[in-house]
Structure formats: structure tokens, C-alpha cells
């Protein structure tokens, strides 16, 4: 399983992202995929998770990010994304996605594979 995180970089607070993780083919069908982020010095903070049955995507998300991040895919494409929206000074993290087990899980603990990260720095 190999995961590619991309699509951060500087934008204004109030401002949107879409964050992208590319993987290998079948991964978004056998595992489910979390996005977490972390503050240097910090251990990794879960933000989302889903787990696709057919185009059906069960989903959780963090309570602090509810209502601002929002997971999708684009199945032709191999590629989940994470929609942040009302960005603020203290999203500024490195952002990563990570392919799990058979269940949605918030724990970092329970997914195997990680990609890179990628930096997302929100300008106040």
C-alpha cells in the first residue's frame, strides 16, 4: 500500500483547501483511510476517517473539525481528498492520510500505512 499526500501549502485564516491522497489501486476498497494532522513536538491528531463499501462511505470525524473538513473521493482517480474550509491560524500543522483496517478507527495506533504529509501553514 503506498499513500501520497499533497495540496498543502500557505493560505489566509478564513480561507479553503483541499488536501489529496493518492494510493495505490484497491486501497480505498480494502481499508479504511483517516486523515490526522500534528503539531511539531505533538503526537498525531486524528481529524477524519472513512471506509468506502462500493460508493457508499461510512464516515467520522473529529468533533473540533466537524462542520469545517469534509472527506470525498474520486474513485477513477485512486484519490481521496479532505475539504477544509473557515481555515484558521492554528490548522497550521503537517497533514497526513494513512490506510487502516476494516473499520473506521480514530486511533493512529490502528492504521498500518502513512504517506508523507503534507505542510499546511494558515496566515492570520
Known amino acids: 500500500v503506498q499513500l501520497q499526500a499533497s495540496g498543502g501549502g500557505l493560505v489566509q485564516a478564513g480561507g479553503s483547501l483541499r488536501l489529496s491522497c493518492a494510493a495505490s489501486?484497491?486501497?480505498?476498497?480494502?481499508?479504511?483511510i483517516g486523515w490526522f494532522r500534528q503539531y511539531p513536538g505533538k503526537e498525531r491528531e486524528f481529524l477524519a476517517a472513512?471506509?468506502?463499501?462500493?460508493?457508499?462511505?461510512?464516515?467520522t470525524y473529529a468533533d473540533s473539525v466537524k462542520g469545517r473538513f469534509t472527506i470525498s473521493r474520486d474513485k477513477d482517480k485512486n484519490t481521496e481528498y479532505l475539504q477544509i474550509d473557515s481555515l484558521k491560524p492554528e490548522d497550521t500543522a503537517v497533514y497526513y492520510c494513512?490506510?487502516?483496517?476494516?473499520?473506521?478507527?480514530?486511533?493512529?495506533?490502528?492504521?498500518?500505512?502513512w504517506g508523507q504529509g503534507t505542510l499546511v501553514t494558515v496566515s492570520s
Open positions: 494513512a490506510a487502516g483496517g476494516a473499520y473506521l478507527s480514530t486511533s493512529s495506533r490502528d492504521y498500518a500505512y
Open positions: 489501486l484497491h486501497t480505498f476498497s480494502n481499508y479504511s
Open positions: 472513512v471506509k468506502w463499501s462500493g460508493s457508499v462511505g461510512s464516515t
